[in-house]
């Protein structure tokens, strides 16, 4: 059985704002699934409204098959991280992750079990006393996180966890709770805006625009077939160049000499794109365009180029080329680029969706 | 902060009008009231005569002081609990409003306005028992109201006149002190199965209490010191010695009585109590209640 179904899920607030027109998502049990967006695009309202947190306003929420549209936070059998913790400021780490085991009338004996055996499993135990204040971000993380875990829910709802966090604690934080997961197999959605946290965390990402599903896939299909512009631009680092084109008698016309034959193309304009890591440097005489630079980013085992292309109709949209390990380039060379024809991905300029070949 | 005066001179200047007004204003006076403490004088301030403590010794063997001692703390604490406890409640109820809520928050501030003696005056009329609405509906529902009689209708009205303005007052503390409360933290505690009430007795309520205290105290120093022109304003400190409290006393027994001996043994004894309260408040609420 399906463990966690939204069918149909909307939302609409009170003075007619429609947040989120509708969204079906099915997420099988142990999954771990992604909602990845950028600000504003109802990730976090999609979040709540699963917490009951949020009204749901058209459509069923369906937790283990049972309906929770109207249940109250607590009678969904779920355990929610907030952005800031949300730790109890007067508790100490023991009371923060046992009040929702007494608040449900568990015996004090079994609560000081289970948070024992939880606080072991994160490295919690010399901590027990103390309160928030006395901790250090990342362990507030954990004690957060421990006091979802010691309840055993149905399902974890995340909402950006380590969004204030240090960059490296972020890494170390992230791959734990990859790891937690794998361990406890419990269902999980996961709020964020950093790609790289959606990419390596996520079975499944959900790629959300203003309050719709652009995608939903593997990290690997989003990467590979993004299914619109939006998602192209989304998913991946440095992000994908899109250049305006024109298919023209079947051909597409990328203002440069290469023309290529694309039949199954109907639309007449067309968004050409292609990947910063797909693109290989070759000389003038040999390239399929050439390429001005503007600026280089050397992080030493990458170079990022910076620069317009020059096409034949003297448009020159800017373009970025990555190039594995440390070159040098200097402003305003010119480079001459080859775009191999298997990397590319065609969008309808209209519509902005990926045309199939 | 700390600021680094080149000149030695320019502090002290600039702390000098707020020094002259302390120095006009509060220590002359209670100067004088501590020299007047040690002398017994007549009505008509012609003669003088020291007596040493024998104001003090005559006070404090007095059980007309103990009874306004009693009197104080009976409204002093019914005075800062009701207060309390009010505020909390409608800041509680203001702080869920969403549409309208600065109306609303507005209208709960305006009584701070009020000068006290008018506080006391509105209350006066509105209890009066010939004429008052309150008093006439009490009397309608076969309540005889009458605090020109009755002490412990007295002391009620007194509570009501001085409580009032200071519900304003608490209500900003309280309604600032739920605002810092993050959202996410109710939020938390309600997926945690804690019910409203169960949220706000174990989440609210004690992460409310550095504001709770801090106006406890406040509270208490406003109803011992500050609520002299609402009792003179209503009930004059009567019937009897039922409203009397220890600072209405001083002026009763100084200006209608003309005991002036007394009158000052008993402010240099408020003195004392005001400098407790005052070191209590530096103690524990400078310090605030930490977590």
New interface residues.
């Given amino acids: 059985m399906s463990d966690l179904v939204l069918q149909n899920i909307g939302k609409t607030y009170s003075n007619g704002y429609q947040a989120i027109p509708s969204i079906d998502l099915t997420i099988e049990e142990g999954e771990f699934i992604v909602l990845v967006g950028p600000s504003g695009c109802g990730k976090s309202t999609l979040l709540r409204m699963v ?3 949020e009204g749901i306003s058209q459509g069923e929420l369906l937790i283990k098959g049972d309906q929770v549209n109207n249940k ?3 009678d969904r059998d ?3 991280v ?3 913790y ?1 730790l ?3 508790m100490t780490v023991y009371d923060n992750m046992a ?2 085991l007494k ?2 009338g568990v015996a004090k004996a079994e609560i000081a079990t289970k948070v024992s055996a939880v606080a072991q499993m994160l490295g919690l135990e010399e901590l027990l006393t103390r ?3 006395q901790l250090s971000g990342g362990q507030r993380q954990r004690v957060a996180m421990g ?1 979802a875990m010691v309840r055993d829910p149905k399902v974890f709802l995340f909402d950006e966890p380590l969004s204030n966090l240090d960059a490296k604690l972020r890494v170390q934080m992230r791959v734990e709770i990859r790891e937690l997961q794998r361990k406890l197999g419990t269902t999980t959605l996961y709020v964020t805006h950093d790609q790289v946290e959606a990419m390596t965390l996520a079975d499944r990402l959900v790629v959300l625009n203003k309050g719709h599903a652009e995608q939903i896939g593997t990290p690997m299909e989003l990467y590979l077939r993004p299914a619109s512009t939006f998602v192209a631009e989304f998913i991946g680092s440095p992000s994908m160049n899109l250049i305006p084109s024109r298919v023209e008698q079947g051909k597409l016309q990328l203002s440069v000499d290469i023309q290529l034959d694309c039949p199954h193309v109907s639309a007449q304009s067309v968004m050409f794109g292609i990947r910063p890591e797909h693109v290989d440097i070759s000389p003038l005489d040999q390239a399929d365009v050439p390429f001005i630079v503007k600026a280089v980013e050397a992080l030493g085992a990458e170079t990022l180029v910076h620069g317009v292309l020059q096409l034949g109709d003297g448009n020159t949209p800017a373009f970025i080329v990555r190039v594995a390990g440390h070159h040098h380039f200097e402003g305003g060379e010119t480079l001459g680029l080859t775009l191999p024809s298997q990397a590319w991905h065609l969008f309808d300029a209209q519509t902005t969706k990926r045309i199939e070949a | 902060m700390s600021v680094y005066f080149p000149q030695k001179y320019l502090p002290y200047l600039l702390l000098l009008p707020q020094l002259l007004v302390t120095a006009v204003f509060f220590l002359w006076p209670a100067g004088q009231a501590v020299e007047q403490a040690f002398y017994q004088e007549d009505a008509f301030g012609l003669s003088r005569e020291f007596v040493g403590l024998d104001n003090f010794i005559e006070l404090f063997t007095s059980p007309e002081y103990f009874a306004s001692l009693l009197t104080t703390m009976v409204f002093s604490f019914s005075v800062a609990f009701l207060g309390l406890a009010v505020a909390l409640w409608l800041a509680v109820m203001a702080d869920r409003v969403i549409r309208g809520a600065m109306v609303y928050q507005t209208l709960l501030i305006w009584p701070y306005a009020v000068a006290p003696a008018l506080a006391g005056v509105l209350w006066w009329i509105l209890f009066d028992p010939s004429m008052g609405p309150v008093a006439l509906a009490l009397d309608a529902i076969g309540l005889d109201w009458n605090h020109f009689v009755n002490g412990d209708q007295a002391m009620i009205l007194v509570v009501i006149s001085a409580t009032w303005k200071q519900i304003s007052y608490n209500f900003l503390f309280f309604l600032a002190g739920l605002q810092a409360i993050p959202r996410s933290l109710l939020e938390a505690a309600a997926i945690d199965g804690a019910g409203p009430s169960k949220r706000f007795w174990g989440i609210v309520f004690p992460l409310l209490s550095p504001t709770t205290f801090f106006l406890l105290v406040v509270n208490l120093v406003y109803a011992f010191f500050d609520t002299f022109g609402v009792i003179d304003a209503t009930t004059q400190g009567g019937p009897g010695q039922s409203t009397t409290t220890m600072v209405y006393k001083v002026f009763n027994d100084g200006f209608v009585g003309l005991d002036l001996g007394s009158s000052a043994a008993q402010s240099v004894v408020l003195m004392v109590i005001v400098a407790l309260m005052t070191v209590i408040q530096f103690r524990y609420i400078e310090r605030k209640v930490q977590y």
Avoid: D, S
């Fill in positions: 917490a009951g947190l109250e936070p607590a779920i355990a929610m907030f952005q800031n949300a109890y400021p007067h009040y929702g608040n449900r309160r928030p204040k006091r």
